[in-house]
């Protein structure tokens, strides 16, 4: 009995520290590709959940960032695909014009190239939005992208360089057309 209960603390102990040290992260993670934050949300409680179910396989992997990247990701790839998407993000976009009629010119303009350029990254293809969140915001290796996305390091080398030449051209444009 005591045995179970040591284990049941062990698993709470490591867990509440994966939690602390990649909540934040996967949950930025997660709202890239659904761009709701109470979803990302419940995307991370859902892969956190996995882990605490799968405790004595799941602690023993050997790097459990890229695991934990890769879990959320395929996990925020099937909400993508659910009909709940639809629904929602049009309430969000309605939402979100609100919010920003409420806040001040100034507060806007200070803003509004970190904003236009989260946007442009959002608007990225998948394959290219992913490498440059994971390498640039997460700060994930050539390496651990490649084993978060299960792809080769110099595709994950290639995406990044077409991902940044498209970023680079609708910056550009942005600038032309009236920044």
């Avoid at 509440?16 to 409680?45: P, S, W």
């Avoid at 200070?110 to 390498?135: C, G």
């Avoid at 050539?142 to 595709?155: E, G, Q, R, W």
């Avoid at 940044?164 to 051209?169: D, H, T």
Wanted: with cysteine; hydrophobic share 35%; proline share 2%.
């Amino acid at each position: 009995m005591d045995h179970l209960v040591s284990n049941d603390i062990a698993r709470s102990e490591w867990l509440t520290h994966l939690m602390n040290e990649y909540g934040g992260r996967l949950t930025k993670l997660a709202y890239t590709y659904v761009k709701d934050i109470g979803k990302a949300q419940e995307i991370v409680q859902d892969v956190f959940i996995k882990c605490y179910e799968q405790y004595e396989k799941v602690r023993h992997i050997e790097k459990i960032k890229p695991w934990l990247y890769r879990v959320t990701i395929n996990r925020a790839k099937d909400v993508v695909r659910s009909n709940w998407v639809k629904r929602v993000l049009l309430h969000n976009a309605l939402a979100d014009e609100q919010i920003t009629s409420n806040l001040t010119e100034e507060t806007i303009l200070q803003n509004d190239e970190q904003t236009t350029l989260f946007h442009m990254i959002l608007a990225l293809p998948v394959k290219y939005r992913e490498v440059i969140l994971l390498f640039y915001y997460e700060d994930c290796s050539i390496d651990d992208t490649a084993k978060t996305l299960k792809v080769n390091p110099n595709t994950i080398k290639t995406r990044l360089k077409r991902g940044r030449s498209l970023l680079e051209k609708h910056w550009k444009e942005f600038d032309e057309h009236g920044r």
